[in-house]
C-alpha cells in the first residue's frame, strides 16, 4: 500500500474544495440562520466562494463581475435595507410545518437535475476561448476610469453608512 504524501495534491485542488466549503457552507448559514443580517453576512460568504470558482476557471471578468456586482453591490444593499428596516433583529420563533413538503421538493429538484446532466451529451468545443471579446468589453466598460469609479463608489458607501448612523442616533435621541 503507498504512503500518503500530502505534497502530491495540486493546489488547485485545495483551492477548489476551500472554496467549495465557502460556498456550501455560505448557502446552508443562509438557510439556516435566524438572523438576518447573520444570513446577509452568509451570502457574502457564498459569492465569494462562487468568485473563486470563476477565478479557478480563469473567467477573470466574470470573476470581477461576481465579487463587484454579487459581492459588493447586492449584499451592501441587503445590509442598508437591514439597516433601514425600524424592526429589531430579535429571535423571534419563526417555525415552518411545512419544512419537510420544502425538503420533499429540493430533493425531487436534485434527481431531475442529476438526471438530465447525466442523460445530455454535453458538446465540447476546440475553439479557442473569446479573450479579445473580453478585454475589448472591458475598456469599453472602464477604461481609464476604474479608479475614479472605485473612489466614488467608497465615497458614497461611507456617506451612506453615516446618514444611517445620523438619522438612527437622532431618533433614538428623540425617543
Not at 34 to 40: K, S, T
Not at 95 to 118: I, T, Y
Not at 120 to 127: E, F, H, I, L, T
Amino acid at each position: 500500500m503507498p504512503n500518503f504524501d500530502p505534497s502530491q495534491i495540486p493546489l488547485v485542488s485545495i483551492v477548489f474544495w476551500v472554496m467549495t466549503v465557502f460556498t456550501l457552507g455560505g448557502a446552508l448559514g443562509v438557510v439556516t440562520s435566524r438572523n438576518l443580517f447573520h444570513a446577509a453576512l452568509y451570502l457574502i460568504l457564498s459569492f465569494f466562494g462562487v468568485t473563486g470558482y470563476y477565478v479557478l476557471l480563469s473567467a477573470g471578468f466574470l470573476a470581477m463581475v461576481q465579487l463587484m456586482v454579487y459581492a459588493g453591490a447586492i449584499a451592501i444593499l441587503i445590509l442598508f435595507a437591514i439597516m433601514f428596516s425600524r424592526r429589531p433583529m430579535a429571535h423571534e420563533s419563526q417555525a415552518n410545518q411545512q419544512w419537510w413538503l420544502s425538503l420533499l421538493l429540493a430533493l425531487a429538484l436534485f434527481v431531475v437535475l442529476v438526471v438530465v446532466v447525466g442523460a445530455v451529451n454535453w458538446p465540447v468545443s476546440d475553439a479557442a476561448p473569446a479573450a479579445d471579446t473580453v478585454t475589448q468589453l472591458g475598456v469599453a466598460l472602464l477604461g481609464s476610469y476604474l479608479i475614479p469609479f472605485e473612489v466614488v463608489a467608497v465615497l458614497l458607501s461611507v456617506a451612506m453608512i453615516g446618514a444611517i448612523f445620523l438619522a438612527r442616533e437622532k431618533t433614538e435621541a428623540e425617543e
